[in-house]
């Protein structure tokens, strides 16, 4: 018996929520698996509570109560499904939607492999939120968000391959990544035991770059698996390009350049990080102070 732990974070948007946790009630199990569900409710939302006892019952709400972050809410819910001996773990957002062969191919991809610590789908926008326009109708549902990840370390920047592609059958194997988004994270227990969970100081962005490259630096290896199809509502909870996305990227580059880039990184990260301080938008010069007060997590500017 495989004991395998779902985690998602609700925060707002109801309706993305339940739509997620009715593509999983439609998914198939496959045999000798065992699915624990762990909704982390990051508001106190008397909504949510209601809906899961109706239409969910067997899913577990752990309530929060407030926002404490991506990061934070999560790892709620990884330490639960730890402490209930699941042994693969998949965190995924709540406005994202998963077919019907969602946990088959979970289980067929490379995540059982020993060398292997996570594993990341191929993501497409869900209909109507690509970030561009002028797409056929048919191919709305097949625009890539994420094929994997790649990082630039000298300006300590990841960004997904293939965004805006459509899919015409050009994915077909596994490969190596440089991180795996945390829109849809497949992990070991075993894994998050050896290397941590996500560092709760990012509060949101480059939490998941983060664990990749410590699970990278711990030996692991770290697959997309393009079998794994999913659909994401962009950026529901923050909006690229809004002053809070502006600012938790602008702060949590130079965590993580501290963390793991070079000297020499490192020094042109911070030289950049005093020319915005004096000509950087107001969210990127409060996300400036705020690091170097050590004003992380949550921050100043929620």
Same mark, same amino acid.
């Given at each position: 018996?495989?004991?395998?732990?779902?985690?998602?974070l609700?925060?707002?948007?109801?309706?993305?929520?339940i739509?997620?946790?009715?593509?999983?009630?439609?998914?198939?199990?496959p045999?000798?698996?065992?699915?624990?569900?762990?909704?982390? =409710?990051?508001?106190?939302?008397?909504?949510?509570?209601q809906?899961?006892?109706?239409?969910?019952?067997?899913?577990?709400?752990?309530?929060?109560?407030?926002?404490?972050?991506?990061?934070?809410?999560?790892?709620?819910?990884?330490?639960?499904?730890?402490?209930?001996?699941?042994?693969?773990?998949?965190?995924?957002?709540?406005?994202?939607?998963v077919?019907?062969?969602?946990?088959?191919?979970v289980?067929?991809?490379?995540?059982?492999?020993?060398?292997?610590?996570?594993?990341?789908?191929?993501?497409?926008?869900?209909?109507?939120?690509?970030?561009?326009?002028g797409?056929?109708?048919?191919?709305?549902?097949?625009?890539?968000?994420?094929?994997?990840? *790649?990082?630039?370390?000298?300006?300590?920047?990841?960004?997904?391959?293939?965004?805006?592609?459509?899919d015409?059958?050009?994915?077909?194997?596994t490969?190596?990544? =440089?991180?795996i988004?945390?829109?849809?994270?497949?992990? %070991?227990a075993?894994?998050?035991?050896?290397v941590?969970?996500?560092?709760?100081?990012?509060?949101?962005?480059?939490?998941?770059?983060?664990?990749?490259?410590?699970?990278? *630096?711990?030996?692991?290896?770290?697959?997309?698996?393009?079998?794994?199809?999913?659909?994401? %509502?962009?950026?529901?909870?923050?909006?690229?390009?809004? +002053?809070?996305? =502006?600012?938790?990227?602008t702060?949590?580059?130079?965590?993580?350049? %501290?963390?793991?880039?070079? +000297?020499?990184?490192?020094?042109?990260?911070?030289?950049?990080?005093?020319?915005k301080?004096?000509?950087?938008?107001?969210?990127?010069?409060?996300?400036?102070r705020?690091?170097f007060?050590? *004003?992380?997590? *949550?921050?100043?500017?929620?």
């Open positions: 018996m495989i004991k395998l732990a779902l985690i998602t609700h925060y707002k948007n109801l309706s993305d929520t739509a997620l946790l009715r593509s999983i009630k439609s998914s198939r199990l045999r000798e698996t065992n699915l624990t569900i762990y909704v982390i =409710d990051n508001e106190g939302s008397t909504g949510l509570m809906v899961v006892e109706t239409d969910f019952p067997n899913i577990v709400i752990i309530n929060n109560g407030q926002n404490n972050g991506f990061a934070a809410g999560n790892n709620l819910g990884f330490t639960r499904a730890i402490a209930d001996q699941a042994e693969i773990i998949i965190a995924i957002n709540n406005d994202i939607t077919p019907k062969d969602f946990f088959e191919r289980l067929a991809s490379p995540i059982n492999r020993p060398d292997v610590a996570a594993v990341g789908g191929l993501i497409y926008f869900a209909p109507g939120y690509e970030f561009k326009s797409y056929r109708s048919g191919d709305r549902g097949r625009v890539v968000w994420y094929a994997g990840g *790649k990082f630039d370390w000298a300006n300590i920047l990841g960004s997904n391959s293939h965004v805006d592609e459509v015409s059958g050009q994915f077909t194997k490969t190596a990544t =440089d991180f988004t945390g829109a849809l994270f497949i992990t %070991k075993s894994v998050l035991k050896t941590g969970l996500f560092d709760e100081r990012y509060f949101m962005y480059l939490e998941d770059v983060d664990l990749s490259t410590r699970m990278k *630096k711990a030996g692991l290896r770290l697959i997309f698996d393009p079998h794994i199809k999913t659909w994401h %509502k962009v950026a529901q909870s923050s909006g690229i390009g809004s +002053p809070l996305n =502006d600012y938790f990227i702060r949590n580059r130079l965590l993580f350049g %501290k963390k793991f880039a070079r +000297p020499r990184t490192q020094f042109a990260l911070f030289r950049e990080a005093m020319r301080l004096i000509s950087g938008s107001p969210a990127q010069k409060t996300a400036i705020d690091f007060t050590l *004003k992380l997590g *949550k921050g100043t500017l929620i």
